[in-house]
T-cell receptor, first 114, second 110 residues
Framework: KAGVTQTPRYLIKTRGQQVTLSCSPI?????VSWYQQTPGQGLQFLFE???????NKGNFPGRFSGRQFSNSRSEMNVSTLELGDSALYLC?????????????FGNGTRLTVT | KNEVEQSPQNLTAQEGEFITINCSYS?????LHWLQQHPGGGIVSLFM???GKKKHGRLIATINIQEKHSSLHITASHPRDSAVYIC????????????FGRGTQLTVWP
């Protein structure tokens, strides 16, 4: 069974541009959550989706948005990129909404903003 | 103040030593995860706990809900255990909303 797949693995963008990152969960998983990891702040929760609905959002500005499609694949978008958006963006999937369901992480997309 | 505090921040050990990493949290939780992150970024979930103790190979994780504390132990450490270990707590009944500790960088020398 394929794991969580994130594309692209690396991305370089310029300040002011926008970027879209993709996450394909494990087949059959309906929950996808997104996280940002920076050296300064560590790992932080961005948002989570279940069955195409955003269920929760972290404390990030409106420039960060996401969506989930009917096949459970998810995308996150960052508009008007800032240097501080340079980070490793990770997504994780779960099979269902139960607390005890295992969480599976992708390998991340490393975004560099110049 | 961070909801999740981990200690130590850095840990160096000789191969074969017993390792303990501690995690304290200040909020009510549904579950606690111990995660492992290797260079390159990918994260693997080692354990998910809501009570008691779990063991997988040389790794043992314990949690004390009343004291809001968890520990990750590695017995007979090996250089391949070198990684960042991250404690994360799941708050409320949400699906995947985690609060993370800052991580413990473990280096095991042969």
């Amino acid at each position: 069974k394929a794991g969580v797949t994130q594309t692209p693995r690396y991305l370089i963008k310029t300040r002011g541009q926008q970027v879209t990152l993709s996450c394909s969960p494990i087949s059959g998983h309906r929950s996808v959550s997104w996280y940002q990891q920076t050296p300064g702040q560590g790992l932080q929760f961005l948002f989570e989706y279940f069955s195409e609905t955003q269920r929760n959002k972290g404390n990030f500005p409106g420039r960060f948005s996401g969506r989930q499609f009917s096949n459970s694949r998810s995308e996150m978008n960052v508009s008007t990129l800032e240097l501080g958006d340079s980070a490793l963006y990770l997504c994780a999937s779960k099979k269902d909404s139960y607390v005890n369901s295992p969480l599976h992480f992708g390998n991340g997309t490393r975004l560099t903003v110049t | 103040k961070n909801e999740v505090e981990q200690s130590p921040q850095n840990l160096t050990a000789q191969e074969g030593e017993f390792i303990t990493i501690n995690c304290s949290y200040s909020v009510g939780i549904s579950a606690l995860h111990w995660l492992q992150q290797h260079p390159g970024g990918g994260i693997v979930s080692l354990f998910m706990l809501s009570s008691g103790k779990k063991k997988h190979g040389r790794l043992i994780a314990t949690i004390n809900i009343q004291e809001k504390h968890s520990s990750l132990h590695i017995t007979a450490s090996h250089p391949r255990d070198s990684a960042v270990y991250i404690c994360a707590v799941l708050v409320g009944s949400t699906l995947g909303r985690l609060y993370f500790g800052r991580g413990t960088q473990l280096t095991v020398w042969p």
